[in-house]
């Protein structure tokens, strides 16, 4: 399996941004997928995950009622709507997934990574 996260950017605080993550090279049917963030100088922070053929959405705190995932399975991509960004959501946002079927906040749990899109949110 392999991803490709795109559609960050610079953009103002209160903008909406929309990332995507096309997924390429393996069967996508039982497992887990999420997204990540990691800002200058901090460790890489769970942002949300699902499991790719549907269920429950989590989210963390911090960007819970702003973003939403979505996926469409008939293009193999996950997408992470990002709504009312601040500057503290500056950071380069990757998308992973992992061979677990439940979805889950740890970045080690996660073996595939796609190179990451930087994010940019201006005061």
């Known amino acids: 399996v392999q991803l490709q996260a795109s559609g960050g950017g610079l953009v103002q605080a209160g903008d909406s941004l929309k990332l995507s993550c096309a997924a390429s090279?393996?069967?996508?049917?039982?497992?887990?997928v999420g997204w990540f963030r990691q800002a200058p100088g901090k460790e890489r922070e769970f942002v949300s995950a699902?499991?790719?053929?549907?269920?429950?959405?989590y989210y963390s705190e911090s960007v819970k009622g702003r973003f939403t995932f979505s996926r469409d399975n008939a293009k193999n991509t996950m997408y992470l709507q990002m709504n009312s960004l601040k500057p503290e959501d500056t950071a380069v946002y990757y998308c992973?997934?992992?061979?677990?079927?439940?979805?889950?906040?740890?970045?080690?749990?996660?073996?595939?990574w796609g190179l990451g899109t930087l994010v940019t949110v201006s005061s």
């Open positions: 992973a997934a992992s061979s677990m079927s439940v979805p889950t906040t740890t970045p080690l749990m996660y073996e595939v």
């Open positions: 090279g393996g069967t996508f049917s039982n497992i887990a």
């Open positions: 699902s499991r790719w053929n549907g269920g429950v959405v």
